[in-house]
């Protein structure tokens, strides 16, 4: 995901080198350079942003200062010539604290910490979401510039290849450009289970399992060691339950 990101300093030389190192880094989009925190405030009321890069002292009012006043959930790395200001400016939760003048090196650390966090962010965001969606029968996938809608109960298995899946369903196949992660958060975890770090299987429809092979509605799928476990607990708790 890319961080949509706001520069925020009264001093052009320190705009320009943080310009320079936002644009050769892939994980961030620049929206806007501002002169000084009024200003910041004033384009936040209309755009939404991911990270700011804030200096601390700053006329008017100082980067800490302008911090109390934001309503958005913004992540904040804090520039700044003082490093007397440090304590004070992770005490306002920042993401990471650079000293002027820092390396592209610096700055790319305090990068990925934000990443981190956005990603951190989402997914508790997406976890909220998952009850409701697991309430369905279904499940709603994007491949062939088209939405389908594929029943739970058809899907045979799941097949990772690279940055694809192959979905397996009992009348067709599809490829969808998704991650085994985000997927597993939009399956009921009593209808599929992970065997391999390629594939995952529809429960209901294991046949067997006869030493690192699961039949699946026919088809033969690897289990993979650090999977074996959690499977065959899970099949003697179906069994104990029947």
């Keep these: 995901m890319k961080l949509k990101c706001l520069v925020i300093d009264d001093e052009p030389l320190a705009q320009e080198i943080l310009v320079q190192y936002i644009g050769d880094c892939p994980s961030l989009t620049l929206l806007q350079v501002c002169s000084d925190a009024l200003e910041a405030g004033e384009y936040l009321r209309t755009h939404q942003a991911d990270l700011l890069f804030l200096d601390i ?4 009012l100082s980067g800490i200062r302008f911090v109390k006043t934001l309503t958005q ?3 904040i790395i804090f520039t700044t010539a003082y490093p007397e200001f440090a304590a004070e400016g992770f005490e306002s939760n920042a993401v990471d604290y650079l000293l002027k003048p820092f ?24 976890a909220r979401e998952v009850p409701q969606a697991l ?13 389908h809608k594929i029943d739970f ?12 899946i192959k979905v397996h369903s009992r009348d067709k196949n599809l490829v969808i450009h998704e991650t085994f992660k985000n997927l597993l958060m939009q399956l009921p975890d009593n209808l599929f289970i992970r065997v391999h770090k390629s594939f995952i299987v529809s429960f209901t429809l294991i046949r067997s399992i ?33």
């Design 103 to 126: 390396s592209f090196e610096r700055f790319l650390r305090a990068v990925n910490k934000a990443a981190e966090l956005a990603e951190f962010r989402m997914n508790k965001e997406n």
């Design 210 to 242: 006869e030493g690192n092979q699961v039949d699946v509605a026919g088809h033969l799928i690897p289990i993979g060691l650090v999977y074996k476990d959690g499977l065959l607990e899970k099949m003697n708790m179906q069994s104990r339950n029947t």
């Design 153 to 164: 109960g058809d899907i045979l298995f799941f097949e990772s290849t690279g940055d694809y």
């Design 135 to 147: 309430n369905r029968e279904y499940i709603l996938l994007r491949a062939d510039k088209r939405i």
């Design 73 to 75: 959930p913004l992540s």
């Design 57 to 60: 002292n700053m006329p008017r």
